[in-house]
């Protein structure tokens, strides 16, 4: 399976942005797709995830509210809109598939997209 993200920029605080990840490869809408971010001098975080059919979603407490995360498997396409970000929404933004649904575990996520910058200032 094979990931791209797309969609970061530089905004202010306040505003709207929307990610997509294309993915590719066997099977590739049977994985669950999440999104994760990484701050300079952090570590990777989750952000959110869906499963393979939209039947569940998850995101972290940080941006409840504010974050969705949909997918199109017609599109092989997963997007996440962002609302009102803040600049401490900063960081790289990965999207990652897994065959299970643990949204929270990095370690569950075999294959990853290359990242893509988001920067929110003040």
């Known amino acids: 399976v094979q990931l791209q993200a797309s969609g970061g920029g530089l905004v202010q605080a306040g505003d709207s942005l929307r990610l997509s990840c294309v993915t590719s490869g066997r099977s590739s809408s049977t994985y669950a797709v999440a999104w994760f971010r990484q701050a300079p001098g952090r570590e990777r975080e989750f952000v959110a995830a869906i499963t393979w059919n939209s039947s569940r979603m998850m995101y972290a407490d940080s941006v409840k509210g504010r974050f969705t ?3 199109d498997n017609a599109k092989n396409t997963v997007n996440l ?3 009102t970000l803040k600049p401490e929404d900063t960081a790289v933004y990965y999207c990652a ?3 299970s649904f643990i949204p929270g575990n990095l370690r569950t ?4 997209g290359q990242g893509t910058q988001v920067t929110v200032s003040s």
């Open 69 to 71: 995360i949909s997918r």
């Open 81 to 83: 809109q962002m609302n």
């Open 97 to 99: 598939a897994s065959r």
């Open 109 to 112: 996520y075999n294959f990853w």
